[in-house]
């Protein structure tokens, strides 16, 4: 199983909107609504803030939201704030019944 | 609350076995399979697999079939994931997560440091 594909990096400035994709294959990401996408600030753990491609969890700002199309699942973060500066990782169910991640994203507020 | 607690950091040889616990509460333990990711220093997240805790079915990485057995003890509470045959690019942090709701990995493990080195 080869990882899901996300850019590297992306930058944007506070109050704007930024969109980070997250490619895969039709065995996972297009083959299944159980993408999720999870925040990371360095040495912490990861936190889950989007499931079900769209779904936030509880206590998750409404700034974030996702989306699919095909192969390629999107997180989009509006309203850009200092705070949102962290690597996001998207992750998917796989037709194996397995997960896999993608490489993960560092996402600037310049 | 949903709880989740690790054993200690471990520094292992090549070639040795290490094992991770991570005790859960606040939760019913057999009604959440429990998965394993690990993530190498400046690295990403690696998905290791999961354990059905009521069933003990499994389900490993490819990357990982043969070096990896995770077991749990219900009357404890407690998974387990072995890893073996340790390398030196096993160095990393292993967490705990049970899966929640639409397959999403919501509470965290504080993560258990394995060092391998010689």
């Known amino acids: 199983q080869s990882a899901l594909t996300q850019p590297a990096s992306v930058s944007g400035s506070p109050g704007q909107s930024i969109t980070m994709a997250c490619t895969g294959t039709?065995?996972?990401?297009?083959?299944?609504?159980?993408v999720s996408w999870y925040q990371q600030h360095p040495g912490k753990a990861p936190k889950l803030i989007i499931y079900?491609?769209?779904n936030r969890p509880s206590g998750v700002s409404n700034r974030f939201s996702g989306s699919k199309s095909g192969n390629t699942a999107s997180l989009t973060i509006s309203g850009l704030q200092t705070k949102d500066e962290a690597d996001y990782y998207c992750?998917?169910?796989?037709?194996?019944?397995?997960?896999?991640f993608g490489g993960g994203t560092k996402l600037t507020v310049l | 609350q949903v709880q989740l607690v690790q054993s200690g950091p471990e520094v292992k040889k090549p070639g040795a076995s290490v094992k991770v616990s991570c005790r859960a509460s606040g939760y019913t333990f057999t009604g959440y399979s429990m998965h394993w990711v690990r993530q190498a220093p400046g690295q990403g997240l690696e998905w290791m697999g999961w354990i059905n805790p009521n069933t003990g079915g499994t389900n490993y990485a490819q990357n990982f079939q043969g070096r990896v057995t995770m077991t749990r003890d219900t009357s404890i509470s407690t998974a387990y994931m072995e890893l073996t045959r340790l390398r030196f690019d096993d160095t990393a942090v292993y967490y705990c997560v049970p899966e929640s709701t639409g397959y999403g990995l919501d509470v965290w493990g504080q993560g258990t440091t394995v060092t391998v080195s010689s």
């Open positions: 079900e491609v769209s």
């Open positions: 039709s065995s996972d990401v297009g083959g299944y609504n159980y």
């Open positions: 992750s998917s169910y796989t037709s194996s019944s397995t997960r896999v």
